[in-house]
């Protein structure tokens, strides 16, 4: 897609915010999320007003990436065969439609690798 490098997961983005060292960089790219991603982040419940300014701005710096029907038709296949929860299958499906990297930290979405071109990063603090 035009001048974006990646899509990230919805924790990728919570890391980033927290600062942890695994994500570290990762922002300096051309990084897009899903709107299910804007969702997630913005619909958590007693969210603070530092914490939803300190999201917002985060996701300034992305391109939302917006639902279409090629996208929902190809959630419906995720979901099918390979057993994923709604907004998850979402963002891969999102990530599958604009011909996106996709980078999380959840390991469930190896069983996508081939599928989507998926990076897992691994965030063991230690």
Known sequence: MNGIDFLIDTNVVIYVLEGLPAVKGIMRCSAAVSVVSEMELL?????????????????????????????????????????????????????????????????DFKKLDGYINVVILNTDKT
């Not at 996701?59 to 998850?88: G, R, S, V």
């Open 43 to 107: 619909g958590k419940q007693n969210i603070s007003e530092q914490e939803e300014t300190a999201i917002r701005d985060l996701l300034n710096d992305c391109e939302i990436l917006k639902f279409n029907d090629e996208i929902k038709n190809t959630t419906i296949t995720i979901k099918k065969q390979f057993n994923m929860k709604l907004p998850d299958a979402i963002i891969a499906a999102t990530a599958k439609y604009y011909g996106l990297m996709f980078i999380t930290v959840d390991k």
